[in-house]
């Protein structure tokens, strides 16, 4: 894959957070050499669309995130 230079601003988006079995299931699939099932931990927090549409374009393993409350809201805050 052709790397792609860095944006010149961050961006944001919500995406729903996941029940641990929902998402246990989804990434359990064997989807062949490309997606091979990834295992969930319980101190794991999944979130996204099951059936696709909006995400990061990129995650790269270990990036970092961030769980807290900002007014009253809970959101995770992660650099993929």
């Known amino acids: 894959a052709e790397a792609l230079p860095a944006p010149r601003r961050l961006r944001q988006l919500e995406v729903p957070v996941l029940a641990l079995g929902l998402c246990r299931r989804l990434y359990g699939t064997d989807l062949g050499q490309a997606l091979p099932p990834r295992p ?6 999944c979130a996204g669309h099951p059936r696709g549409g909006k995400d990061t374009c990129k995650v790269t393993p270990g990036s ?4 807290g409350s900002l007014g009253g809201h809970w959101g995770v805050i992660g650099v993929t």
């Not at 969930?40 to 927090?45: K, L, N, R, S």
């Not at 970092?64 to 769980?67: A, I, K, T």
């Open 40 to 45: 969930i931990q319980d101190d794991m927090i």
């Open 64 to 67: 970092s995130g961030s769980l």
